[in-house]
């Protein structure tokens, strides 16, 4: 029998929409219903519309009177054994690209070989707190590197305009089928939160080994193993040889000795452009009572913002805008070699900071890079100047170079910085001296935009810490439209934000299973 359902859209008071029953009775009551007449309330979609003088949340639900079908709740995922595969891949790098190119792998009847440069997520958190307290950077195994990638400790957002690469649901349905939130299914901008995921990714990564496939941490690529424009396999760290029928490089975007490997080995890489900037730090309460227009958010989540603006400065037009606001999260020491200071934002999966952290950052294109000298590493050169300078202005340690915002705005030195969630701390530091001269002012003409917009943002109750500098890769691996494989060297599968085709967890995660099946095409399992 088909299911008759009704489909709603309501807008409801928060206090409404965030209780169960009372959200319960109001879709029923919408659909003309009394509780017993609906078999099933399945909600689709829950948004905050907070441009009235009170905020809203926008509901849209399917009611049942029958039971609904039974392809509602799935489908869930079930992994053939491939150990005994006939044709394997190599995946390098374990974050959302490698992981999910690994378990699309299995299902197509691949065996994948994962191979991880850092260490498991519960190993790596040792790293971690070294870096947090003691500032020892280590290059294998820190907040880019490890089991998940960038994302497992950095936040978990798992929003995305990528609706044309892949089946964005899918994504998130194997998400929750390995322990995250359901809620994901349903927000208008998901979120897993950073204490959350490192047991999501633990467990896609025991799906892998469960159906067959292999996955290796500690195990660094040092070489390639390139016969007549074929990429056969890798070398590690330890100069062990894995060879398979293809590779797929999803070694994230800060990866650098891959791209200087390429580069070395004559495997075609190009500059691209990227974002550079710093992290700017409100109150968390200042952003709500902005947002949300009332002093007290009470049941609705922390606040964010997204905002852009066009600068210009020497006649050249570039944008300014808001990237990967951590609500009610903190602000976190994403180096991935020593002496060099980069920032990154995270947020827990409640989000109850105190704080709200936000990347500020203007675009860099090639003009602004010194192409002529280092070629296709020109962005990355770009990078490595910046971060570099920000530890040498900062005291050579892990402590951030900051400012309060209302005195970059002013050029005014900062006598005090404000309390902050960064946990190795800060020291006051002109950002001119960090940034230079053009990002500086465009950040300007971005923050000076930006409190036009939001009452208080652009004051000295927030500060700015440097540097925001891994928005994305500098360096673009190319590769076919059609076939996903570099246009040079057969067998060789660029992947994810590391290869320039990505940026994000869920856009990360569809380019690997492109990238997946792409393998599966070219190589077959007979």
């Given amino acids: 029998m088909s299911s008759q359902k009704q489909e709603i859209e309501l807008l409801l008071p928060p206090e409404v929409a965030y209780d ?35 905020p809203l949340v926008r509901l849209r639900a399917d009611i049942y009177q029958t039971p609904p079908p039974t392809d509602l709740f799935g489908p869930w995922f079930h992994y053939p ?15 959302p690209a490698g992981l ?17 440069r850092g260490k498991d997520v519960r190993t790596r958190r040792r790293d971690l707190a070294a870096l947090n307290k003691e500032h020892v950077v280590n290059p294998d195994s820190n907040y880019c590197f490890g089991e998940g990638g960038a994302g497992t400790y950095s936040d978990g957002k798992l929003y995305t305009r990528s609706t044309k690469r892949g089946d964005i649901q899918r994504v998130l349905r194997l998400l929750v089928q390995h322990g995250a939130t359901p809620d994901i299914l349903v927000d208008a901008h998901p979120h897993i939160g950073t204490n959350k995921l490192p ?26 193993i390139l016969e007549d424009n074929r990429l056969r396999g890798v070398v590690t760290a330890t100069g062990e040889a894995l060879e398979a029928d293809a590779v797929i490089l999803a070694t994230g975007h800060s990866a650098r000795d891959i791209y200087e490997l390429l580069h070395r080995r004559g495997v075609l890489i190009e500059a691209k452009p990227f974002a550079l900037g710093v992290r700017v730090e409100h109150p968390q309460a200042l952003i709500d009572q902005a947002q949300y227009r009332r002093q007290d958010r009470g049941v609705l989540p922390a606040a964010s913002y997204s905002l852009v603006h066009q600068t210009q400065w020497k006649n050249q037009q570039r944008g300014v805008f808001s990237f990967c ?9 994403a180096a991935t070699s020593p002496g060099e200071v980069v920032v990154n934002g995270m947020s827990p999966s409640r989000r109850d900071s105190r704080f709200a952290n936000s990347g500020i950052v203007a675009a860099v294109e090639l003009e602004d890079m010194d192409v002529r000298q280092h070629g296709a590493l020109a962005g990355l050169r770009f990078q490595q100047e910046i971060e570099q300078r ?3 202005l900062a005291g050579n340690t892990q402590l951030a170079p900051a400012q309060r915002l209302g005195d970059f705005l002013k050029s005014k030195v900062s006598p005090q910085l404000l309390e902050t969630s960064y946990q190795p701390g800060l020291v006051s530091v002109p950002m001119d001296q960090v940034l230079g001269p053009a990002l500086a002012e465009r950040l ?16 000295n109750l927030a500060q700015i810490v440097g540097v925001e500098s891994r928005t994305s890769s500098p360096v673009r691996i190319p590769r076919d439209r059609a076939t996903l494989q570099h246009p040079e060297v057969q067998g060789l599968f660029p992947c994810g934000e590391g290869a320039g085709y990505a940026g994000g967890i869920v856009s990360a995660a569809m380019d690997g299973e492109r990238c997946a099946e792409a393998a599966f095409a070219a190589i077959g399992t007979k």
């Fill in 20 to 54: 169960e029953l009372a959200r319960y009775r109001a879709l029923l009551d919408a659909a003309g219903l009394v509780p017993g007449q609906a078999d099933f309330v399945h909600l689709r979609k829950r948004s905050i519309d907070a441009r009235g003088r009170q």
């Fill in 81 to 95: 054994d491939v150990s005994r595969a006939r044709r394997s891949v190599l995946i390098v790098g374990a974050g």
């Fill in 100 to 116: 999910f190119a690994a378990l699309r792998a299995i299902e197509l009847g691949i065996k994948p070989i994962v191979v991880e």
């Fill in 199 to 224: 047991y999501v990714v633990a467990a896609l990564r025991e799906s892998v080994r469960q159906a067959g496939g292999e996955v290796r941490f500690d195990t660094r690529v040092d070489d390639l």
């Fill in 325 to 333: 606001m951590c609500p009610g999260g903190f602000i976190v020491p």
């Fill in 390 to 392: 920000a530890c040498r």
């Fill in 444 to 459: 300007r003409q971005g923050f000076q935009n930006f409190g036009r917009k939001i009452p208080g943002y652009a004051t």
